[in-house]
């Protein structure tokens, strides 16, 4: 009879410890990272430009890709946010209102992680941007292309 209470004890102590205890959290454990990864929208590299590129023959012989593609027209919705995964050594990417990039009119507003080479640059369009913006490189001419804004 003593061996079964010491295994009832043990087991009811189990269950308060993976049950999270008395804590007024439901049992639920918090998520220990509120902000996990950013979901990545558009993964970016560099290609020798072909003529496949809206700026074949212009500015750099070297081209953005946006998901594989190269120089890809964005479309955009004010007030959404998206992540571009970068990895692009000697080509820091940004977003401008300057069609030829080399640093021109860079965009700072609602933009975390702007002329970055390798990581994550983050951009929530809104009302102040006009409705045509560029993506390109502040080191180099015409890498990369359009992005158009909406309202929705």
Not at 14 to 38: E, K
Not at 60 to 88: A, P
């Amino acid at each position: 009879m003593k061996k079964l209470r010491y295994i009832l004890f043990g087991f009811i102590l189990l269950m308060i410890y993976s049950c999270g205890g008395s804590s007024d959290d439901g049992g639920m454990m918090p998520n220990p990272d509120p902000d996990p990864d950013p979901m990545i929208d558009f993964t970016v590299r560099t290609v020798t430009k072909t003529s496949s590129h809206p700026w074949f023959e212009e500015g750099s012989l070297i081209g953005y890709t946006i998901n594989g593609t190269e120089g890809s027209q964005l479309n955009l919705t004010r007030g959404t946010k998206y992540v571009f995964d970068i990895n692009t050594p000697t080509h820091p990417f940004y977003i401008s209102i300057d069609d030829t990039g080399v640093g021109a009119g860079e965009v700072s507003n609602g933009v975390t992680g702007s002329k970055t080479q390798t990581g994550t640059l983050s951009f929530t369009p809104n009302s102040n941007h006009p409705d045509t913006l560029y993506y390109q490189c502040s080191a180099h001419p015409k890498m990369g292309y359009m992005i158009i804004l909406s309202d929705s």
